[in-house]
């Protein structure tokens, strides 16, 4: 009979890909809203988004970006960000990349630590998708103060982080 040597050491691994919630991720380009892709005119962009159909981004998660050169003044993203709110279950300023860093930091700020202490933990490292980078500098920071040890990796193959 084969034994699972990793299953009865009691490490627990975490994959932080598993953790990204659930739900449709949406970009929306300030650009697409541009006067010749230069300028943004509050009246033809208030205009703009009057027309657009914002129930599309219901219980979704957006980034608002700008692919352009042309400058965005502060109030746009206000603008934008109110005609999502009744839809959007997240917004933020950025790219895809920030955005699953945004959802990965909502997710790690809710884990309830102690369910972690004195354990040895596992990140997984190169996972189905790549991660931020900031989100294994978030979770480090919330588990480190309970767990007897935190490592980097896979259980073959581990790269110690931290050990009381």
Request: with cysteine.
């Amino acid at each position: 009979m084969i034994e699972n040597k990793v299953e009865k050491s009691g490490l627990i691994t975490i994959d932080l890909v598993d953790l990204i919630p659930k739900g449709e991720q949406f970009v929306i380009d300030l650009k697409d809203f541009m006067f010749q892709g230069l300028i943004l005119r509050e009246k033809d962009f208030r205009a703009q988004l009057k027309a657009t159909d914002w129930s599309v981004y219901q219980d979704g998660f957006v980034a608002i970006t700008n692919s352009s050169e042309g400058l965005i003044p502060l109030w746009a993203y206000m603008l934008i960000s109110s005609a999502l709110e009744p839809y959007a279950s997240l917004v933020i300023r950025g790219n895809k990349a920030h955005l699953k860093g945004a959802l990965l930091r909502r997710v790690i700020e809710d884990i309830d630590a102690s369910e972690y202490e004195g354990k040895m933990v596992i990140i997984k490292g190169c996972g189905k998708e790549s991660i931020p980078e900031s989100s294994y500098i978030i979770i480090t920071k919330k588990l480190q103060p309970v767990v007897k040890s935190l490592m980097f990796g896979e259980a073959c193959s581990t790269v110690p982080i931290f050990k009381k």
